[in-house]
């Protein structure tokens, strides 16, 4: 198990060497930090050796998506590191499932999830519009769509999963799907509209949503659901 300071003080350290590797150094540095903070976020979790098998391949499908970002230029590598990282945001909807099988939602509830599944979609396809011809591909619409809906379930889960249990739990799990989801929204300012500054909070927020992730499985999750955030 780790101590309960470690996890914060690895957190800083990276985020601090990230920051300045950006500032410093060129994109291909800069990937190789983003590659080494997530095995380094990995080696903790399997130090902490309370994670799940989804969780495990959550961590790994988002370290092949980094060792893909050195070839993200290339059509192939570009689709592959999609599909690891809709692979690994499906894994982390999975994760929560089972804890959620029993969750009563009224028609309220359910408008508000189809609206901001529409919503978002909306913004998906402004973003994928905004993609410079110098980087489409075969392909790439879908990829970015399916990259997107995944991304948009995640959230969703993660929401439903605050709403059921309202604990330290589901506050990181769900503080750690949305890190990662603005880091991908920084992310892609950053790249497809080549505004470097947007790697900063890109790796902040990415740095952040893994550490949660590695916070979160370190929880014994027996807690209860709050029936009263449930029937509102």
Known sequence: MLSKSLLSVITTILLLINFYVIYAYGLEISRWARLISTFVLLLMLLWQNTYSRRMLGVFIFLLISDL????????????GTFLMRISAYLLLVFVVVPELKKLQTNL???????????????????????????HIYPGL????????????????????????????????????TLCLVFS????FIAYY???????YPDRFFYILGIAGLVKFTSFARNHEAVTTLESL
């Open 108 to 134: 309220f509830q359910k408008l508000i999830f189809v609206t901001v599944f529409v919503l978002n979609l909306a913004m998906l396809y402004m973003l994928v519009g905004m993609v410079p011809a110098g």
């Open 141 to 176: 619409n879908i990829l970015f769509y399916t990259y997107g809906i995944s991304m948009i379930t995640m959230v969703i889960a993660a929401i439903s999963y605050s709403n059921r249990y309202s604990d330290r739990i589901s506050f990181f799990f769900t503080a750690a």
């Open 184 to 187: 991908d929204i920084t992310s």
């Open 68 to 79: 893909g970002l050195f070839y993200y230029e290339e059509p192939l590598a570009n689709s």
């Open 193 to 199: 509209l080549e505004f470097e500054e947007f790697y």
